[in-house]
């Protein structure tokens, strides 16, 4: 049963970079989109970018200047990077494996919250 | 950004009633939809990928449908692991957008 992980810290300064990496067990990452998505307290669901084991990504558009995701495949992980973040990033972070050839997710991490706050 | 909309936003409904949820796409996005259930303090769960297949282990009762710009998403008869929100998610066009959600609660 493939299980993914994220981790990192809980709590991030404004303008500072929030870092995230997201561990997948069970299973092997290569041949898979990765993608992250995060939701604010209370909204809906916001796309932030996938990313394929060859490295090759796909950002949105409204994060781009700000996004970068990488991918580890000797340790079976994939990371995110978020760089000047403020308030409005504050939000329960997930990382999810998209189901082959449908950018859907059919794993999901449980979340992990992020606060962006002095 | 193709934009999703919901309808309705919420309902409430009984254990056993047929509930349709809807999604419309703001431009036609063929078969490219995706639902998703979530529930209080958990990650959203795939329902239906591809307008109308259902993902592996989700029961029967949920099925989908559609093409183009209009979806629906139909629980036959409702079960009480049921209430949640729903959200439908395009991935025809980049960037990969969610609907608002559909609050289901027991009526």
């Known amino acids: 049963q493939v299980q993914l992980q994220e981790s990192g810290p809980g709590l991030v300064k404004p303008s500072e970079t929030l870092s995230l990496t997201c561990t997948v067990s069970g299973g092997s990452i290569s041949s898979y989109y990765w993608s992250w998505i995060r939701q604010p307290a209370g909204k809906g669901l916001e796309w932030i970018g996938r990313i394929y084991t060859s490295g090759s990504t796909n950002y949105n558009p409204s994060l781009k200047s700000r996004v970068t995701m990488s991918v580890d495949t000797s340790k079976n992980q994939f990371s995110l990077k978020l760089s000047s973040v403020t308030a409005a990033d504050t939000a329960v972070y997930y990382c999810?494996?998209?189901?082959?050839?449908?950018?859907?997710?059919?794993?999901w991490g449980q979340g992990t919250l992020v606060t962006v706050s002095s | 950004a193709i934009q999703l909309t919901q309808s309705p936003s919420s309902l409430s409904a009984s254990v056993g009633d047929r509930v349709t949820i809807t999604c419309r796409a703001s431009q036609g996005i063929s078969s490219a939809l995706a639902w998703y259930q979530q529930k209080p303090g958990k990650a959203p769960k795939l329902l239906i990928y591809d307008a109308s297949s259902l993902e592996s282990g989700v029961p029967s009762r949920f099925s989908g449908s559609g093409s183009g710009t209009d979806f629906t998403l139909t629980i036959s008869s409702l079960q009480p692991e049921d209430f949640a929100t729903y959200y439908c998610q395009q991935f025809n066009n980049y960037p990969i957008t969610f609907g608002p959600g559909t609050k289901v609660d027991i009526k």
């Open positions: 999810a494996r998209d189901r082959q050839g449908y950018a859907t997710g059919d794993y």
